[in-house]
C-alpha cells in the first residue's frame, strides 16, 4: 500500500468481544482500518453509514447469525458487492457450502491462522481494488467512445449530404430514356 492510497475499511463483526480486540489489532497492525459491530443488526447499520472495503462475519450469533447477514447484504444494490469472508468456528462441510451459496467470498474457520487470515484478506482487497480500477477503466472508455462518435458524427453528416446532391445532380443529367439505360 502506497503513502498516497487510502487504508481498506474492514468491517469486523463478532458478537465476542476478545475476538473483536485480536482481529482488530492484528488487521490495523497490517495497516487496515476497522470497524467493529457486536451483532448482525449493527453491522447492517454500519454498512449504511460507512461501506467497508471488506467484511469479516462470524456465523454464531445471537439474534441474526452471520448466514442471515449475508444474506441481506447480498440481496441490496448498495452492498452485494462487499466481499464477505465468515470467520467462524463453524466447520460442517454443509454450513461452509451454504456461506459460498449466500454469496460469500472465503470461509475461515478458527481459530485462525494468522498468516493465512492476511493472506485471505490482502488478497480479496486486492481483487476489490482491481474490479474497481477495471469499472473505471471501462467508464472512462465508454466515454471515450462516445465522444468519438459524436465527433464523426459531423464530418460524415457532411459528407452523406454532400453525395445526396451529387446523387440528385448525376440524376438530373443522365437522360434515363437514353438506350443506354434501357437495355
Known amino acids: 500500500?502506497?503513502?498516497?492510497?487510502?487504508?481498506?475499511?474492514?468491517?469486523?463483526?463478532?458478537?465476542?468481544?476478545?475476538?473483536?480486540?485480536?482481529?482488530?489489532?492484528?488487521?490495523?497492525?497490517?495497516?487496515?482500518?476497522?470497524?467493529?459491530?457486536?451483532?448482525?443488526?449493527?453491522?447492517?447499520?454500519?454498512?449504511k453509514i460507512k461501506a467497508p472495503d471488506l467484511i469479516?462475519?462470524?456465523?454464531?450469533?445471537?439474534e441474526m447469525?452471520?448466514?442471515e447477514v449475508c444474506k441481506i447484504l447480498k440481496s441490496n444494490s448498495d452492498t452485494k458487492e462487499i466481499p464477505v469472508i465468515f470467520l467462524t468456528a463453524v466447520t460442517e462441510?454443509?454450513?461452509i457450502v451454504h456461506g459460498f451459496e449466500l454469496g460469500a467470498v472465503d470461509y475461515i474457520t478458527k481459530p485462525l491462522n494468522p498468516a493465512e487470515l492476511f493472506a485471505r484478506v490482502a488478497n480479496h482487497i486486492e481483487i476489490t481494488e482491481s474490479r474497481r480500477k477495471l469499472e473505471a477503466l471501462n467508464a472512462t472508455k465508454d466515454k471515450f467512445f462516445k465522444i468519438i462518435a459524436h465527433d464523426l458524427r459531423?464530418?460524415?453528416?457532411?459528407?452523406?449530404?454532400?453525395?445526396?446532391?451529387?446523387?440528385?445532380?448525376l440524376i438530373d443529367k443522365v437522360n434515363?430514356?437514353?438506350?443506354?439505360?434501357?437495355?
Not at 463483526?13 to 492484528?26: C, E, R, S, W
Not at 469479516?56 to 445471537?62: N, S, V
Not at 434515363?176 to 437495355?183: A, E, G, I, T, Y
Request: glycine share 8%; no cysteine; hydrophobic share 40%.
Open 93 to 95: 462441510s454443509e454450513k
Open 176 to 183: 434515363l430514356s437514353d438506350p443506354m439505360f434501357l437495355q
Open 154 to 169: 459531423n464530418p460524415f453528416a457532411g459528407i452523406m449530404g454532400l453525395s445526396e446532391i451529387m446523387e440528385s445532380e
Open 65 to 67: 447469525d452471520g448466514f
Open 56 to 62: 469479516l462475519l462470524d456465523i454464531q450469533m445471537p
Open 1 to 47: 500500500m502506497n503513502a498516497n492510497q487510502k487504508k481498506p475499511l474492514i468491517l469486523v463483526v463478532d458478537d465476542t468481544t476478545k475476538n473483536i480486540q485480536v482481529l482488530g489489532a492484528m488487521l490495523h497492525g497490517k495497516g487496515y482500518n476497522i470497524s467493529i459491530a457486536t451483532s448482525g443488526k449493527e453491522a447492517l447499520e454500519s454498512v
